[in-house]
């Protein structure tokens, strides 16, 4: 896909994410690698209205080449893609039940949510918390690179979800499933449940070869 097709694709992702509530204001972020460098939407973007010409383009050190001013979190979408080779882009949300999980006391900080569906366990795998910074820290890149060596996907605590995936639909997807398995999180929180269990996860790395 050329540059021009992933601009498009970028701001329909958006618009995606926008309209079915998963990106309030002008909340989250997404980022598409190219092989100089990555697009990435400008700082208090809408998602829901992005224009394609007005991208952020920064070249492969983070520094910006044209369009808009790039968001505020850049540095994260750049310590992701440094730290995962085959992660063609990222999404990131402030997603209302991913970000309620984001807030609880006691989560297992190796591993969020609790693996309630197959499709959850073949999307996410499992989803490690990152200690809560200030919007913007840069601190936070350091933060999440042992992660994010080891995982795809990680919540920011008191933040929300960061996704990343071989391409950009890949990640708008699983950052979807993510945010719906903590819908279900928080409605079954009183109920008697029954996760995936080991085997049961065992044969769905086997069957879809996953990498968890």
């Given at each position: 896909?050329?540059?021009?097709?992933?601009?498009?694709?970028?701001?329909?992702?958006?618009?995606?994410?926008?309209?079915?509530?998963?990106?309030?204001?002008?909340?989250?972020?997404?980022?598409?690698?190219?092989?100089?460098?990555?697009?990435?939407?400008?700082?208090?973007?809408?998602?829901?209205?992005?224009?394609?010409?007005?991208?952020?383009?920064?070249?492969?050190?983070?520094?910006?080449?044209?369009?808009?001013?790039?968001?505020?979190?850049?540095?994260?979408?750049?310590?992701?893609?440094?730290?995962?080779?085959?992660?063609?882009?990222?999404?990131?949300?402030?997603?209302?039940?991913?970000?309620?999980?984001?807030?609880?006391?006691?989560?297992d900080a190796c591993d969020c949510?609790?693996?309630?569906?197959?499709y959850y366990v073949m999307k996410?795998?499992?989803?490690?918390?990152?200690?809560?910074?200030?919007?913007?820290?840069?601190?936070?890149?350091?933060?999440?690179?042992?992660?994010?060596?080891?995982?795809?996907?990680?919540?920011?605590?008191?933040?929300?979800?960061?996704?990343?995936?071989?391409?950009?639909?890949?990640?708008?997807?699983?950052?979807?499933?993510?945010?719906?398995?903590?819908?279900?999180?928080?409605?079954?929180?009183?109920?008697?449940?029954?996760?995936?269990?080991?085997?049961?996860?065992?044969?769905?790395?086997?069957?879809?070869?996953?990498?968890?």
């Open positions: 896909m050329n540059e021009s097709a992933l601009r498009e694709q970028i701001c329909e992702c958006g618009r995606v994410l926008y309209q079915r509530g998963l990106a309030p204001g002008s909340s989250g972020n997404i980022s598409v690698r190219l092989d100089d460098g990555w697009l990435l939407t400008p700082t208090n973007a809408c998602l829901g209205r992005l224009d394609p010409a007005r991208l952020s383009r920064l070249d492969a050190n983070g520094r910006l080449v044209s369009g808009d001013a790039p968001t505020k979190e850049a540095f994260l979408h750049r310590a992701m893609y440094e730290e995962r080779g085959g992660a063609g882009a990222i999404v990131h949300l402030h997603s209302t039940h991913a970000a309620a999980v984001s807030c609880m006391a006691g989560l949510l609790p693996p309630l569906t197959a996410i795998g499992r989803l490690p918390l990152v200690p809560y910074h200030r919007p913007g820290d840069p601190a936070l890149a350091e933060a999440i690179r042992d992660i994010a060596k080891r995982h795809h996907a990680l919540l920011l605590a008191n933040h929300g979800p960061v996704v990343a995936g071989k391409d950009l639909d890949a990640a708008m997807y699983a950052a979807e499933e993510l945010e719906e398995t903590a819908k279900l999180f928080l409605l079954l929180r009183n109920v008697p449940t029954s996760p995936l269990n080991a085997a049961q996860i065992e044969e769905l790395k086997a069957a879809f070869h996953l990498d968890i």
